[in-house]
């Protein structure tokens, strides 16, 4: 409990110096109020923002699409992999494929997916589909191909069908692959998302912050950025990073 | 699987790929701006590098990454390897980077306009910030991973500070150094088309935006078809033989 406080207080202080430097910085009159405001402004801005919901509607959008992202595109890319996977042949030739659809994944979809889909929900939602499917898509081949053979003919001897194969060979197998995979492709998604979100829509926090940029509302952008950010490091810190853990621990093929 | 079935399947693959669009691009009812096929992306191809536009949009872009990620590693690494020489430095200092780093440029993009206004200097300075804070992050872990016994060991040697600065910590951090670089690369390129798209002065990303007013969806195609390529370029010829000849090299496995 006491250890659990102090590592509190050291991932705390940081904070406070830089609040405090922040503040000082805005008093000492050498940069002007609409450049920077103070953190006080800022933060009556966020209380603001979040009494009259505005702050919590635009969460809400850009957290739903992660979330549909990673419902809809997670399932279908580990299927695709774990299929790809079975056939070293197609493997090997898929496999610079994908890490190509991974160079481009992202924002650079955007003005193909705005033809497509025009302006609004369907685009924004694509890039987010589009960067988890190929990043977890890519990881997952990679992690299937990583399971030593030996592990299969053993299976195979035992008289395991292929079914078998897949369910307790291969994606157990690639599961710690699997799961780095989804962890970075939330953290490609979500900076993907914000950019999406400032050019295509108008809703999420992406729009909000590119929005107030048109108002010259600096309080309001840093409101925004200071909750993407925090949004991030608690999806990262309380939920991505345990899971990664877990499942190295659990599947990881550590190798002696 | 020799290198001649490699080949074969490849052919194989991309005539299937290429007849499939094909395909589809004529027989599907949708307007041509929807699914232009494979000729109309390679005569707009033709016609653009005929003209010198995509030339000169490639070089612009590829100007701006060059020249934010020599800034970024100039500053990153020495300050990440400065916080991390000290270990309560590096304690304070990690959760500060780490909060900048997963904001992302683009996040702050619409702070900068304000800032400096619509144009070079906010893209530059936006890719800047987005490599910058993963190259000193990794630096900073770099050099608190280096095991203190090769410190305690040179120090009793007689070495100075310089001298184990040099000769253990930069060495120990280089493989961390490079996979930082890596990352804020890639984080940094997908930064700058979105910047471009947002802040509208050439490049790549400003040309493939610009292309979808117009409908000229040719054009996104092959901007997206360049922008891909150009990365994995960058990525298999640069960045991973780098990762792999510092791991190699440096790399500190521990047994």
Known sequence: MRRRLGSLVRGVAPFVVL???????????????????????????????????????????????????????????????VLVGLSRRLATVLEPVASFFNALSGIAWLPLAMTWFGLGWGSVTFIMLNTVFFLVFFNTL????????????????????????IVQVL??????????????????????????????????????IFNAQNFHQTDTILAGIITIGVLWLATDRLLLQPLERWTVERWGLVSS | MTARETVLTWILLLAGFFGAWSLAAATLPVPSYVLPPPSAVLSASRD???????????????????????VAFAIGVPVGVALGMSRRLAEFAFPILNFFQSVSGIAWLPLMLVWFGFGERTILVAVNYTVVFPVALSALLGVRSVPRIYVNGLRTLGASRWRIARDVILPGALPNIATGM??????????????????GAHGLGFMIFSAQNFHLTARIMLGMVVIGALWLVLDYFVLRPLEQATIERWGLIQR
């Open chain 1, 19 to 81: 609040v405090a430097a922040w503040a000082a910085l805005t008093r000492s009159g050498l940069v002007a109020e609409i450049f920077l405001p103070p953190p006080e402004a800022v933060a009556r801005t966020g209380w603001e923002m979040a009494r009259d919901g505005s702050l919590w509607t635009n969460i809400v959008a850009s957290l739903g699409r992660v979330l549909v992202g990673l419902v809809v595109s997670v399932p279908l890319a580990i299927g695709f992999g």
């Open chain 1, 142 to 165: 990679v992690g299937v191909r990583t399971v030593p053979r030996v592990f299969e003919h053993a299976l195979r001897t035992l008289g395991g069908s292929r079914r078998h194969l």
């Open chain 1, 171 to 208: 994606i157990p197998g690639a599961m710690p692959s699997i799961v780095a995979g989804i962890r970075m492709s939330i953290g490609f998604g979500w900076r993907a998302l914000i950019a999406a979100e400032m050019i295509a829509t108008s809703t999420g926090l992406g729009f909000l």
């Open chain 2, 48 to 70: 653009l590098i005929v003209k010198g536009i995509l030339p000169t949009y490639v070089a612009e872009s590829v100007r701006r990454m060059v020249t934010a990620a020599l």
């Open chain 2, 182 to 199: 890596r990352l804020g690369l890639a984080y940094g390129w997908r930064a700058l088309i979105a910047a471009e798209m947002l802040v």
